[in-house]
């Protein structure tokens, strides 16, 4: 697919990185930055080109007439939406843009249909609605969600007093008695995709795969709390604090915000008269215990600096017991940051490039290959993926068990017609159905890519 | 550095060589010559070598500009140096070096030669010297990259390191497709060629490695006279795709993708014509007394000014005789050398034309201390730092030159042999002037001077960087 990203920031880089790896794309970057280009053009397989991505002449050098799609995620709304419109009229191709101001946030709807747009992305508000999935949910550190949300994949710890600590996985079924997979462990560097006789150990992260109904009765099972929070603490007054803010009153938690900017806890006030807003540096210890740290049930950092967001949540893990997420934009020490105990991590870039890398994989999906959706768990290293079952599939009519698969591939769950079923041995995949996969290995376009 | 990764990059290239090694033995064997063990025994032996070492990819892939350069540098070397294996061991050329000699003439497209008599070489010998040019015109990295692509990075690091002039770009997104594109457009104007001079009398033979010979820009020739002997349609004929070769690539490219107008917005290529005009016109009214018929004369100055200033080195006179005027023109456009991604050697047209510019801008600056005014090519300005490495590339190519010439001059020879020798060596033209001319050759030099002419031919192909890091010690440190 012929693809022009506008805008080479952190969203652009991510979506170039993603995206390079399928090595099904010609890609085509724009940005005003000399140095930018020179750099990304170094590093990855794409064309680079310096000029204003809004502008008629600097597209159509970029071949806008042979495209399929253009993303525009520069730092401005109203670049992206007239590189949109361009683009629209004179590629007639599709389009994604990053639009983040609030004001606009009411109007997507409308801007979209008018402006002839395919998809609108909001990174802070993709984020948002992230983090009051984790609060909704909180014993799970991470959690995806497949087939418009009846599938949920979800990340959790194996800690020393769990029940699963040095189970099998066959002992650990027989145990809980629920419709759940588990899918992959994480065990220091190393990442499997567990069979029957798989030894669990306390400090594994585990992915399991469960319908959302299950996932709760699931988490009950095994003593884990299942209730949303109460309440919640945020700290940093911007963008994403409002949206979040917003869909967390709505879910009945309270939500108290603490920012150091006496006009933006002002605005603040305005917008989200239901919330509390409290003037304060929250670097300051006796700020936060003031306020009630201690008997918070979640904490959230999404202050503009990352370092202050680490530090927050080491703190606020001594001082509750309560849910602790981490926004981190910018900084990436992956592997250190991980090693931190800052509850969940919050990668809002990565959010929208997942978001947006999908939409792309769907379109793909008319073109030939025919992925779904693709979630990377595992910080990139494992690859969910969901695929549509055609007629002339050489999965179907056949046992699970009786399928030659490849090593390292399991078939987390089958959705037949908005049933979810759980696979076992025995299972049969018709057509019609979609299925999804959990890999190890990259690079999947099509169902049949699993059979040995 | 990452040394895990050179070798195996390292370790294609050479398997892509010995590849194409298979070529002369097929010619041996067709003319049956008892020289065709040779090509296939290093043949055989590169690939094994060149498989097992590239057989396990590196765990560690990181690649960065350095690697690129290292990778492309030592590819040149090694090249070079397999390359001259067969010659050497079927001893029609007794001396190691002077193999490495002539087959770094090839790769690099020089076509300066150790050879006396080229005529006593079997035919293979001769159609490997001249297929070395084709497989040096374009790059054997970019051959690489059209088939068998690496991780992201490695890719654009090393067409980097490879690609002649100073902007390097791709035609399309894709690095495979680019490569892909290039040798395409390459092929096919070979073919073209090839097909045109067999219909105008040569024999398939003559035919094949004229046309591979010039579309690398390479010259080496399989008579003593080079093109002299032939009809003068041929001769147009080898003019014309030389020029054609000296070309930028993207021109064909656009041609292509008709978008014709952008054609004549490239500066560079206007610039590389009017010089070919101006240069025939002068050349001819100079010389033209001396001749009998004036077209001749014209055919002459034409085919002269064509191979110099493409740097590909074929003769059909020997303007060693010309008055000086028409000699010193030569020696410009031996200087200027053809267009930056075309398959012709030198310091590139647009080279030149962003160094005026910044003289020009220079210049303003002192009459207008506080204006401010951007380099400009092709409509649009020039990034300062493609301006300030065109500018530092001269000097460096000044002190390499001079260095040269300076070892050089230890050996017997006069001083224009000398100051032309290293010229035409450095931007792989072939020959000079006086002892090196085109009736000339380059077997008199001692060790000393002929391993300093390797060195420049490499240098001067790869445009400098890629071989002088490589004498560069913190290059080669772990960390």
Same mark, same amino acid.
């Given at each position: ?207 399991? @795969?469960?319908?959302? @109904?299950? /996932? ?49 806890c002002e605005s603040l006030s305005e917008m989200l008269p239901k919330a509390t807003i409290i003037n304060g540096d929250a670097t300051n210890q006796e700020v936060l215990i003031e306020e009630g740290i ?132 025995? /299972? ?25 | ?13 050479? $398997? ?6 298979a070529l002369p033995g097929i010619v041996a064997l067709i003319y049956r010559e008892n020289v065709w063990w040779a090509y296939f025994l290093v043949a055989l032996l590169g690939m094994l070598l060149g ?136 092929? $096919? ?67 292509? $993708? ?139 190519? $000044? ?81």
């Amino acid at each position: 697919m012929k693809i022009i990203i506008v805008g080479c920031g952190k969203i652009g880089l991510s979506i170039v990185k993603q995206l390079i790896i399928e090595k099904k794309h010609d890609i085509t970057v724009i940005d005003k930055n000399q140095d930018v280009i020179n750099d990304i053009t170094n590093n990855f397989d794409v064309m680079g080109l310096v000029g204003n991505g809004a502008s008629y002449s600097v597209q159509r050098e970029a071949q806008v007439e042979k495209t399929d799609l253009l993303i525009a995620v520069t730092g401005s709304d109203e670049i992206n939406l007239l590189c949109c419109l361009f683009a629209r009229k004179a590629g007639n191709c599709n389009t994604i843009a990053r639009v983040r101001d609030p004001l606009y946030s009411k109007e997507i709807q409308y801007i979209k249909d008018e402006l002839g747009l395919s998809m609108i992305i909001n990174p802070e508000y993709a984020a948002a609605v992230e983090i009051s999935r984790l609060l909704r949910f909180p014993s799970a550190d991470k959690i995806d969600t497949f087939a418009k949300g009846r599938v949920e994949l979800l990340n959790i710890v194996i800690t020393e007093d769990s029940p699963f600590a040095d189970k099998t996985l066959i002992e650990v079924s027989k145990r809980v008695l629920s419709d759940i997979l588990i899918c992959t462990v994480e065990r220091g560097e190393d990442i499997f995709i567990p069979n029957g006789p798989f030894i669990l150990r306390a400090g594994d992260k585990i992915t399991i @795969v469960a319908s959302a @109904v299950n /996932s709760r009765e699931f988490f009950t099972k095994i003593g884990f709390d299942t209730h949303q929070v109460k309440d919640t603490m945020i700290v940093g007054g911007g963008r994403m604090t409002y949206y979040l803010a917003e869909i967390l009153l709505k879910m009945g938690i309270r939500v108290k915000v603490v920012d150091s900017d006496r006009e933006r806890c002002e605005s603040l006030s305005e917008m989200l008269p239901k919330a509390t807003i409290i003037n304060g540096d929250a670097t300051n210890q006796e700020v936060l215990i003031e306020e009630g740290i201690e008997g918070c049930d979640s904490f959230v950092s999404l202050t503009g600096i990352d370092e202050t967001n680490i530090f927050l949540s080491l703190f606020a893990k001594t001082k509750t017991q309560g849910k602790v997420v981490t926004k981190i934009d910018r900084i990436s020490f992956d592997d250190i940051i991980s090693t931190f105990n800052l509850g969940s991590l919050i990668y809002p870039d990565k959010i929208a490039a997942d978001y947006i890398v999908s939409y792309v994989r769907a379109m793909q999906n008319t073109i030939g290959s025919n992925v779904e959706t693709m979630i990377k768990l595992n910080s990139g290293r494992v690859e969910a993926l969901e695929f549509k079952i055609t007629s002339n599939s050489p999965i179907i009519g056949r046992p699970l068990m009786e399928l030659n698969l490849k090593r390292d591939i399991l078939i987390g769950c089958i959705n037949r017609k908005g049933t979810i079923i759980i696979p076992k041995g025995q /299972s049969v995949v018709e057509a019609g159905d979609t299925v999804i996969v959990v890999t190890t290995r990259s690079g999947l376009s099509d169902i049949k890519d699993i059979l040995e | 550095m990452n040394i895990a990764v050179i070798i195996y990059t390292l370790g294609r290239v050479i $398997a892509l060589e010995a590849a194409f090694m298979a070529l002369p033995g097929i010619v041996a064997l067709i003319y049956r010559e008892n020289v065709w063990w040779a090509y296939f025994l290093v043949a055989l032996l590169g690939m094994l070598l060149g498989l097992l070492v590239s057989i396990k990819k590196p765990k560690n892939m990181q690649f960065f500009a350095k690697e690129g350069f290292a990778t492309v540098g030592l590819s040149w070397f090694l090249m070079s140096l397999v390359g001259a294996l067969p010659l050497f061991i079927s001893r029609e050329i007794p001396n190691y070096i002077d193999a490495v000699f002539e087959m770094s003439s090839g790769f690099t497209t020089t076509g300066a030669t150790i050879l006396t008599s080229v005529e006593d070489m079997s035919h293979a010998a001769n159609f490997w010297r001249c297929f070395s040019h084709w497989i040096g015109g374009m790059g054997i990295i970019v051959f690489l990259l059209a088939v068998l692509p690496m991780a992201g990075s490695v890719n654009m690091h090393l067409l980097r390191a490879e690609s002649p002039g100073p902007v390097v770009g791709k035609l399309v997104p894709k690095m495979k497709d680019s490569s892909q594109i290039l040798y395409l457009i390459y092929f $096919a104007l070979t073919l073209i060629q090839f097909v045109s001079l067999w219909i105008m009398g040569m024999n398939p033979y003559e035919a094949i490695c004229t046309a591979v010979a010039t579309a690398g820009t390479g010259g080496f020739g399989i008579y003593n006279d080079s093109i002299a002997s032939f009809s003068t349609p041929i001769k147009w004929n080898v003019t014309i795709f030389m020029i054609l070769f000296g070309i930028n690539f993207n021109v064909y490219f656009l041609l292509l $993708a008709r978008k014709f107008k952008a054609i004549f917005k490239i500066e560079e290529v206007r610039a590389y014509l009017g010089m070919i005009l101006l240069s025939v016109i002068i050349i001819t009214l100079s010389i033209f007394r001396t001749y009998a018929k004036f077209g001749d004369a014209l055919t002459d100055a034409a085919f002269q000014v064509g191979s110099i200033i493409t740097t590909t080195g074929f003769a059909t006179c020997d303007f060693n005789e010309w008055p000086s005027l028409p000699k010193t023109i030569l020696i410009i456009l031996m200087l200027t050398g053809a267009c930056a991604g075309s398959t012709g050697g030198g310091l590139k047209f647009s080279r030149i034309l962003i160094g005026m510019k910044a003289v020009k801008q220079e210049v303003n600056s002192f009459i207008h201390p506080r204006s401010i005014k951007a380099v400009e090519m092709d409509d649009r300005a020039l990034d300062k730092n493609v301006v300030k490495s065109v500018c530092v590339y001269f000097v460096l190519f $000044a002190l390499i030159y001079f260095g040269s010439v300076f070892i050089v001059s230890i050996d017997k020879y006069d001083m224009v042999t000398n100051f032309t020798s290293v010229l035409a060596t450095m931007n792989n033209i072939g020959p000079g002037l006086n002892a090196v001319g085109p009736s000339g050759n380059f077997a008199g030099f001692n060790y000393l001077s002929k391993i300093v002419f390797i060195f420049d031919m490499l240098a001067g192909r790869l445009e400098l960087y890629p071989i002088l890091l490589l004498f560069a010690p913190p290059m080669w440190k772990k960390h």
